[in-house]
Structures are given as C-alpha cells and as structure tokens.
C-alpha cells in the first residue's frame, strides 16, 4: 500500500517548516502570500490530506464511509442519505453525508479521498465529473457510483434503475389510457444525464406507438424544481402547445406541472395526465396524488453498501465492478388513473 503523504514531506517539499504547513492548513493568518501559495501547491501536488482527527491511520479501517450528494433540497436526496445512514449502522459503520452543490472540485476531492477527514469508502451521485477524474491515484477510498450522470469506469462499481426502460414503461402506461401528445419535460443538453436516459426512452416509445414526432413536445429545463416545473408549464399553456400527458423528469418538476394546472383550471387527469420519477413522500400526498416511478431505494442502499465494503481484490473476474441495475415500478396515482 502506498505510504500516506505526512505534513513533513509537504514542508520538505515546500522548503518550510512542518508548523508553517500546519497554520496553512489551519488557515492562520500568519503565514505570508507568497509562502502559503507555494505550501497549496505542495499540498495539491503531494495529494497530502490533512488528518484532523489526531492521528495517521497508516493503512487501518475508519468504520466512516462518505455519501456525497448534489443537494438535500431534493427529498429524493434526503430520503437516500437516512436510508443510508440507518443500512450503514447495522453494518458497524457510520455515514458522514457531504453536499457538493454540483462543485467538480469537491467530487473530486471525494472521489481521490483528498478531505480533512479520511473514509473508508465514498458513494457519490455525481453531477459534475467526467470520466478523466475517475482515475483515481492508489491507495484511497473505494468509490460507488450512483445515479446516471457516469457509467462505471475500470474498477469502480456504478448502481443505478434502468432509466430508459423505465420511461418506456411510463409512455406504454399513458399511451393506453388514450394519450397521444405527450410532452417530456426536463430534458438536458449533458453527454449523459439522468435526463437524457429519460428522454431516450421516452423517444423509443413514441416512436413505438407511432406518436406525433413534434420537437415542440420536448421541453429543455435549466435545473429539476417544483418552481422551473410550474414556470415551464405555464409557457407551454401560453404557448398553445397541444398536450394531453406531461412526463416530468422528477417528482418536483411533476409536481410544479400540478400546481401550474390547477391556476389554470385544468383538470388532472380529466384533460391532462402528469407523472413523475423519485416517489418522494410528497407524490403520495399531493392533490391529485402523483403516478410516478419509484426506485427500489431500499436495494440500491444495500447494493451500493455491498460495493462500498467488498474487500480490495477480493473479487474475481466475473465479479469484478460493473454495472448494477436496480428494480423500479411505476405507482399508479389519480394523476393518470
């Protein structure tokens, strides 16, 4: 195993003392410009991690796994991080949950274990990195990947529903209830994306169904809120644009889709069937109730722990990382019933 960098070869490194390096780190403001600059720059070249808890652990377990997430406004977000703490615990570890507001630079510190604070693993929904920053030095903490935003790369295992079949299953659902002009809402312009998966298997069963092939019925949304969706749904209504069925990226666009129909007395699902992704809490209880895809979270915790705790090397190469698709269903609500 690689040796840990200490603070006596950043200030060797650096030509300063290992107490010049510490009040750096401390963010003292004792240390001149120029000399805190060039210890950064030996801190950021030597990988060094400063180790507030006290001691170096040369190799042993922490018992701490870091879950790193965009945002918690999302409740998406928030219900992940309990389940994941409540799994975690009655595996003997704890869950330090960090927030990256889309920073590439903080996933990245994450993902190269570069944090004041060593971990044992790191399971990350990323939102900002790119396939480069998966090559991770050796010696740091083992890494899951959730969500859709990467797939997984040489090593590092990804967990994630089947974002395109579910979609498919959610157009199937409508277009038997009698809709043919189905907008999708909250598409993105990533590589790859959440919702560009989504949109990919909305497209495939459109064209399936042989429905209308209107650019018009595909709306692009700069971030997934209740606010974007009910500012989206409002243009789409003044706009004249004929729909019948609104398929929202998530719950809180779907739900923003709601809110913006009920000011203009449009009845749900009489003239306009709405549905979601996420099953938060709040679906179930909005009026109408929302229909949505729900994600085993339940077996994504599970599986991303399994990953997250599997011993270095212990695989072979039929269980090497991969991909793991977890199961969905669609929850039928009075949004589209």
């Known amino acids: 195993m690689t040796r840990r960098v200490s603070i006596k070869d950043v200030a060797q490194h650096a030509g300063v003392s290992w107490k010049t390096v510490s009040n750096v780190v401390n963010e003292r403001p004792v240390v001149r410009e120029e000399t805190r600059a060039r210890v950064r720059a030996a801190i950021e070249e030597l990988g060094y991690v400063p180790n507030h808890v006290g001691r170096e652990l040369r190799g042993g377990r922490t ?164 606010e974007v969706g009910h500012r989206e749904m409002l243009t789409v209504l003044d706009e004249g644009i004929e729909v019948d069925a609104v398929v929202a990226g998530n719950d809180l666009l779907a739900l923003g889709v709601l809110a913006a129909l009920a000011e203009r007395g449009i009845s749900v699902p009489e003239q306009m069937a709405v549905v979601g992704w996420d099953d938060i809490p709040e679906a179930a209880w909005a009026r109408p109730s929302l229909t949505t895809v729900a994600p085993d979270l339940g077996v994504l915790v599970e599986t991303a722990l399994d990953e997250a705790l599997a011993p270095r090397g212990a695989e072979d190469e039929a269980d090497a990382p991969g991909e793991t698709v977890i199961p969905h269903r669609l929850v039928v609500r009075e949004s589209t019933a």
């Open 63 to 226: 018992f701490t796994i870091s879950l790193v997430v965009p945002e918690l406004q999302n409740p998406y977000f928030a219900r992940l991080a309990e389940l994941m703490q409540v799994a975690a615990r009655e595996r003997g570890y704890t869950v330090s949950v960090e927030v990256s507001l889309g920073v590439a630079e903080t996933e990245r510190a994450h993902v190269r274990g570069r944090t004041s604070r060593p971990v044992d693993a790191v399971i990350i929904s990323p939102s900002a990195l790119r396939p480069a920053d998966l090559e991770l030095p050796p010696g740091g903490p083992r890494v899951v990947l959730l969500g859709e935003s990467l797939l997984a790369a040489a090593g590092i295992p990804h967990v994630a529903i089947d974002n395109v079949a579910s979609s498919a299953e959610v157009v199937r659902h409508l277009v038997d209830q009698g809709r043919r002009r189905l907008l999708f809402l909250g598409a993105e312009g990533a590589v790859r994306s959440t919702g560009t998966d989504r949109l990919a298997g909305f497209r495939a069963a459109s064209r399936y169904a042989e429905l209308a092939d209107d650019p018009a019925l595909t709306r692009t949304t700069r971030g997934w809120t209740r």
